[in-house]
C-alpha cells in the first residue's frame, strides 16, 4: 500500500482549487462529539492527507484509510489478519491455470446513489480501468491497475507493461467472470484491493467526462476525485464531505449497506501529521483514536488508561542504493560496506516498538517464502572499512535523502532513524550529505526517479504473497534501484507465474537468497506499528496491512 511504497504513486499534486474552501465538514463537531454529546461521531486522526476519493487513482495508506470505508472489493482480508474471503462476491474460484477467475456476487446490495449491484456493475468497472487513456495510463495515476492487470486495451506508451487482463463477462446477474492473458503471483490477491474497489456503473459515467492532466511530475486529478458528490461505492459509510482547509473527510453511515450496519453513524477522519500533535488530540478528547503511535508514548498511553493495540508485523523498512545515483554504489563491496556500517539492532531497539525485528531479505519474516539461508551482513564497523578500501572507496562521499513531515508504519520517526544511518555511515569513513525532502511529492518523486544515492523508504504489504515485497522492487529494472541484473530478474520471476504454491514458496525462498547476495539495499527491519484509542471506544479489529473497518467501532 501504500505511499507506504517505494514505487508509489506520488501523492496529489493538483492544481485543484475544487474543495479547497470550507463546506461544513467541520472539525468543531468532531471535538464536541469526541468530549461527549450523543456519541454519534467517531473522530480519527491519521498521519496524512488523501490523495482522492477514487481510490483507483491512488496507491497511498492514507487515502485508502479514508476510501476503505466507502468502497468494497470483490475480496477482502478476514478482520485482524491476511487470509482472503469473501468481500463482493460470496465466493471465488480460479481455473488450474490461473486464467479464469469466476466470482458468485452477493445479492441484495446497492451503491450509495441507489443503483443495484451485480455482475454488470463488476465489468463496467473492470473494462473502465481497461479502457483509459492520456494521463490515467501514468504509472503515477494507475499505478496498480499496471501492477496487478498489465497495461491498457491501447497502449499509448511503447514502454508501458503488456495488458494481462483480457475480459469481465457478466454470465449472469450474479456471476461475473474476469479472465486474464496469464497466470500471476498478483492473483487473487489483487482482486482485494481498495485500488479496484466496485463503483457505481451511474458515478462512472460521469467520472468519463472527466480528464486528468499532467504538466511535468505535476498531476492535475480530475474535479470528482476532489470533492464528495459524485463517487459512490457500496461499503458502510459513504463519503459526504472533504474539507481540505480543515484536513478532514466526513462519512455518514449508509444505512442500505448489505451487510452489518456501521455502529456509529458519523465518521470523520482527521489529519494530524505528527505523532505528538496526534498523543496530545487524544489526551484532550479532541479525537477518539490514531494511527502510528510512537513507540516512546505506548506506555504513557497505556498507563493512562488509553487502548494502544498492536498489529502483527506486516511491513518492511529499508535503506535504498541507488547505483546510477552514485557511481560507487556499482561495486558490490561498497554496498555491502555500507550494510556492514550500519547498526541495525540499535535502531530496532531505539526506534521500534517492541515485537520489531532486525529484518535479513526484502520480506517480513511473517511471509511464506522467507528464506533461512540468505547471506547476512552483521554491524562491524572494521569491515566497513576494510571493504572500502579494498573498493579503492575508502574517501566515498555519499548523499542520503531522507523525508519530513511523515510518519509510516515502518518508519515511526525518519529523522531520528536518519541521523543513526547516518552517525554508522561517518564511523566507517563515509561523508554523508543529508537531503531532507517533504514526502509528497518532493521525497516520493526523487526515489522514484532514482535521484537519491541513498534514501529510506519501505512497504506495507497488499496481500500475503512473497511477491507483493520482492516482485515490487525487484521484478524488473527501476530507477530507484538503478541496476540490470537478469540473475536478479529472472530469479524474482520465477515464482510469480508458478500455480503450486509449495513451488512458488520455494522459487520465493531461492529469489530472497539471490537478491541478498546481489545486495541491492540494505533491509533494515520489521516492526508492529500501534494504533490507539480513547477509553471510551470499543476498537476494531486491528488488521496487519492496516486495514481497519471503522464500522466495527462503537462507544462504550
Same mark, same amino acid.
Given at each position: ?18 474543495g ?32 482522492? =476519493? ?7 495508506? &492514507? ?26 462476491? %460470496? ?23 441507489? !443503483? ?6 463488476? @465489468?463496467?468497472?473492470y473494462?473502465?480501468w ?8 501514468? $504509472? ?33 446477474e ?9 497466470? *500471476? ?25 472527466? &480528464? ?14 476532489? !470533492? ?11 463519503? +459526504? ?17 448489505w451487510g ?14 505528527t505523532? !505528538? ?23 504513557? =498511553? ?57 529484518? +535479513? ?11 533461512d ?15 572500502l ?10 548523499? #542520503? @535523502?531522507?523525508?519530513? &513531515? ?13 541521523? =543513526?544511518?547516518?552517525?554508522? =555511515? ?17 521525497? /516520493?518523486?526523487?526515489?522514484e526517479?532514482? *535521484? ?21 522492487? #525487484? ?38 537468497e539471490?537478491?541478498? %547476495?546481489?545486495?541491492?539495499? /540494505? ?8 494504533i ?16 481497519? $473497518? ?7
Amino acid at each position: 500500500m501504500r505511499i507506504s511504497k517505494s514505487r508509489a504513486v506520488r501523492a496529489v499534486t493538483a492544481a485543484v482549487a475544487v474543495g479547497l474552501i470550507a463546506t461544513g465538514c467541520s472539525s468543531e463537531r468532531g471535538k464536541d462529539d469526541a468530549k461527549g454529546g450523543d456519541k454519534d461521531t467517531f473522530v480519527f486522526a491519521g498521519t496524512g492527507d488523501p490523495g482522492s =476519493l477514487d481510490p483507483a487513482l491512488a496507491a497511498d495508506g &492514507e487515502t485508502y484509510r479514508v476510501t476503505r470505508q466507502a468502497f468494497e472489493a470483490l475480496l477482502k482480508h478476514e478482520p485482524g489478519g491476511s487470509k482472503l474471503v469473501g468481500g463482493l462476491a %460470496e465466493s471465488w474460484e480460479g481455473n488450474d491455470a490461473g486464467t479464469v477467475w469466476t466470482f458468485n456476487l452477493r445479492k441484495g446490495v446497492k451503491f450509495h446513489d441507489g !443503483e443495484a449491484f451485480n455482475a454488470a456493475a463488476v @465489468c463496467a468497472n473492470y473494462d473502465h480501468w481497461f479502457n483509459w487513456t492520456g494521463t490515467y495510463q501514468t $504509472s503515477a495515476v494507475s499505478y496498480y491497475w499496471q501492477s496487478i492487470m498489465g497495461g491498457f486495451k491501447n497502449n499509448e506508451d511503447p514502454e508501458a507493461p503488456k495488458p494481462n487482463y483480457k475480459s469481465c463477462t457478466a454470465k449472469d446477474e450474479h456471476t461475473a467472470v474476469i479472465e486474464v492473458n496469464e497466470a *500471476s503471483a498478483n492473483l487473487p490477491g489483487g482482486f482485494s484491493l481498495q485500488a479496484l474497489a466496485i463503483h457505481s456503473p451511474k458515478a462512472i459515467k460521469e467520472y468519463e467526462k472527466q &480528464e486528468a492532466s499532467a504538466k511535468g511530475d505535476a498531476i492535475t486529478y480530475p474535479k470528482y476525485s476532489q !470533492e464528495a458528490g459524485t463517487v459512490a461505492g457500496t461499503g458502510p459509510y459513504k463519503i +459526504t464531505e472533504w474539507n481540505k482547509g480543515n484536513k478532514e473527510v466526513a462519512l455518514e453511515r449508509f444505512d442500505d449497506y448489505w451487510g452489518e450496519k456501521a455502529k456509529v453513524k458519523n465518521l470523520v477522519i482527521r489529519t494530524i501529521d505528527t505523532p !505528538e500533535g496526534r498523543r496530545q488530540a487524544l489526551q484532550a478528547g479532541d479525537i477518539d483514536g490514531y494511527d502510528l503511535v510512537a513507540p516512546a508514548d505506548v506506555k504513557t =498511553l497505556e498507563e493512562a488508561g488509553f487502548q494502544v493495540p498492536t498489529r502483527d508485523v506486516f511491513n518492511l523498512f529499508y535503506l535504498g542504493m541507488t547505483q546510477e545515483a552514485n557511481p560507487a554504489l556499482k561495486k558490490r563491496e561498497v554496498r555491502q560496506a555500507i550494510a556492514h556500517a550500519i547498526d541495525r539492532e540499535n535502531m530496532v531497539k531505539t526506534q521500534l516498538p517492541e515485537g520489531g525485528k532486525v529484518a +535479513t531479505q526484502f520480506m517480513p519474516h511473517t511471509v511464506a517464502g522467507h528464506s533461512d539461508k540468505v547471506k547476512t551482513y552483521a554491524y562491524d564497523t572494521n569491515k566497513a572499512k576494510q571493504l572500502l578500501k579494498d573498493a579503492g572507496e575508502s574517501g566515498l562521499k555519499i548523499d #542520503f @535523502c531522507y523525508p519530513t &513531515e511523515v510518519t509510516r508504519p515502518y518508519m515511526p520517526a525518519p529523522q531520528d532513524m536518519f541521523e =543513526l544511518m547516518k552517525a554508522d =555511515l561517518e564511523k566507517a569513513g563515509i561523508t554523508v550529505t543529508p537531503k531532507p525532502m517533504k514526502w509528497a511529492p518532493d521525497y /516520493l518523486d526523487a526515489t522514484e526517479a532514482g *535521484s537519491c544515492a541513498l534514501h529510506m523508504l519501505g512497504w506495507t504489504g497488499d496481500f500475503n504473497d512473497g511477491y507483493n515485497f520482492i516482485g515490487t522492487w #525487484f521484478s524488473e529494472y527501476d530507477k530507484q534501484w538503478g541496476f540490470k541484473d537478469e540473475t536478479v530478474f529472472t530469479a524474482v520471476n520465477a515464482g510469480s507465474k508458478e500455480g503450486d504454491p509449495a513451488k512458488r514458496i520455494e522459487a520465493y525462498k531461492k529469489a530472497n537468497e539471490v537478491i541478498m %547476495e546481489y545486495l541491492p539495499g /540494505l533491509p533494515v527491519s520489521s516492526s508492529p506499528p500501534a494504533i490507539a484509542f480513547a477509553k471510551n471506544v470499543n476498537p476494531p479489529n486491528v488488521s496487519p496491512l492496516t486495514q481497519e $473497518s471503522f464500522a466495527e467501532v462503537s462507544f462504550k
